[in-house]
């Protein structure tokens, strides 16, 4: 079992649709989550940052933490064809920085 | 503020040639980290350093892979011999200090990497 699940899509919405992204983690001990965007043929860049269970909002982006389920959302409103890219997720552990990453979701916003 | 900086930005080398990857970190990062990235897959930690030291290098085959920072600044990492296995993106990320709670990883384009 992979320490942090993510469905790997693709999504396909169309503009202006609500969307929901996910992961799931086993190891409790991940303390730090985080959302990052790669567009193709570029690096990761952070799109979300947060620690504490609940939601983190940030423009049409939210974060959403339950760590009581293993469990992490990115809602993304009034999606925009600009927005698709692959979705990753990536948590540590309250010591050090190194991230482990999901598999990451790919996002299509058609217009 | 100018970004990581990796280079080349493709390579394609036959089985068992050997290959090198630089990384130049964003100024005044102590903290660098090699990840690669196989298509479909998110990125998986190969070494980090803190200054010119290793952090963690757990993940990095090390029979076949090396990487040293030897000034605290740039990075190299080699692949010899390379295996098919070893085509991926290798993406170069660099943040303030690991020891910071809310310091964040940024990441270069990434060097992408075919083996034949």
């Known amino acids: 079992q992979k320490e942090v699940e993510q469905d790997p899509g693709p999504l396909s919405v169309p503009e202006g649709a609500i969307v929901s992204l996910n992961c799931t983690y086993s190891n409790s001990a991940f303390q730090y989550f985080m959302w990052y965007r790669q567009y193709s043929r570029k690096g990761p860049e952070l799109l979300m940052y947060t620690y504490s269970s609940g939601n983190k909002e940030d423009g049409r982006f939210t974060a959403q933490v339950d760590k009581s389920s293993k469990y992490i959302s990115l809602f993304i409103r009034d999606s925009q064809p600009s927005d698709s890219a692959t979705y990753l997720c990536?948590?540590?552990?309250?010591?050090?920085?190194?991230?482990?990453f999901g598999g990451g979701t790919r996002l299509m916003v058609k217009p | 503020e100018a970004g990581v900086a990796q280079s080349p930005r493709y390579k394609i080398i036959e089985k068992r040639q050997s290959v090198a990857f630089w990384c130049n970190p964003i100024s005044g990062h102590a903290t660098l980290y090699w990840y690669q990235q196989i298509l479909g897959q998110g990125p998986k930690l190969l070494i980090q350093?803190?200054?010119?030291?290793?952090?963690?290098d757990s993940q990095l085959p090390k029979d076949r892979f090396s990487a040293e920072r030897l000034k605290g600044v740039d990075s190299t990492l080699k692949i010899q011999p390379a295996k098919l296995e070893d085509s991926a993106v290798y993406l170069c990320?660099?943040?303030?200090?690991?020891?910071?709670?809310?310091?964040?990883?940024?990441f270069g384009q990434g060097t992408r990497l075919t083996v034949v």
């Open positions: 350093f803190q200054n010119n030291g290793v952090v963690d």
């Open positions: 990536a948590m540590r552990y309250n010591a050090g920085n190194m991230l482990t």
């Open positions: 990320a660099s943040s303030l200090d690991r020891a910071w709670r809310n310091t964040e990883a940024f």
